[in-house]
């Protein structure tokens, strides 16, 4: 069991880590120039809710999908995570997290069934076809149905942590 929670928390860590400077440079954008920052600047400031939104669960995505595949992996997590993350009003890191993954998943199954199997010639043909119909599929099953999923379980948590703090429960 010990071991499983250390793979699992192994591979969260992989999404994550390459990572790091892209959320160092949305954090020292914001410490720097929101309104209560050191050099507050409204025009540069207009770059910091995108890049929560897009760009930092977006890379996340990429990275994890490439962990998987590839890549091949990379490029359609990150176009699978583009359903979740346009699909909800709250930053899907948690989608981006989920879907990153299965979308390399989906590509190296995919490869490995039919991947070999393409006459010469073909192979460019058949990676960049199968690779934009898996993204469309999981980007659109992302959209009308895992973002929906991840922002309902995160208010739900979030009212409960709310209820709870109301109540003065906060050891819990």
């Given at each position: 069991?010990?071991?499983?929670?250390?793979?699992?928390?192994?591979?969260?860590?992989?999404?994550?880590?390459?990572?790091?400077?892209?959320?160092?440079?949305?954090?020292?954008?914001?410490?720097?120039?929101?309104?209560?920052?050191?050099?507050?600047?409204?025009?540069?400031?207009?770059?910091?809710?995108?890049?929560?939104?897009?760009?930092?669960?977006?890379?996340?995505?990429?990275?994890?999908?490439?962990?998987?595949?590839?890549?091949?992996?990379?490029?359609?997590?990150?176009?699978?995570?583009?359903?979740?993350?346009?699909?909800?009003?709250?930053?899907?890191?948690?989608?981006?997290?989920?879907?990153?993954?299965?979308?390399?998943?989906?590509?190296?199954?995919?490869?490995?069934?039919?991947?070999?199997?393409a006459g010469p010639g073909f192979e460019m043909l058949v990676d960049n076809f199968s690779l934009g119909i898996i993204a469309?599929?999981?980007?659109?099953?992302?959209?009308?149905?895992?973002?929906?999923?991840?922002?309902?379980?995160?208010?739900?948590?979030?009212?409960?942590?709310?209820?709870?703090?109301?109540?003065?429960?906060?050891?819990?």
């Open positions: 069991m010990k071991s499983q929670i250390q793979k699992f928390g192994r591979t969260l860590s992989a999404m994550v880590m390459p990572n790091i400077g892209a959320f160092i440079a949305w954090g020292l954008i914001t410490a720097i120039f929101i309104d209560g920052g050191w050099w507050p600047n409204g025009n540069i400031a207009k770059m910091i809710p995108p890049m929560l939104t897009y760009l930092l669960p977006t890379l996340i995505a990429f990275t994890a999908g490439k962990n998987v595949a590839g890549y091949r992996g990379g490029v359609a997590g990150a176009v699978a995570a583009m359903g979740v993350i346009i699909g909800s009003d709250t930053p899907m890191f948690i989608g981006a997290m989920l879907m990153g993954p299965l979308a390399g998943w989906c590509v190296k199954k995919f490869d490995e069934k039919v991947g070999s199997k469309m599929i999981l980007a659109i099953c992302g959209y009308l149905v895992v973002g929906n999923i991840i922002s309902f379980i995160t208010l739900s948590l979030s009212n409960c942590v709310n209820w709870m703090l109301a109540h003065k429960m906060s050891p819990l």
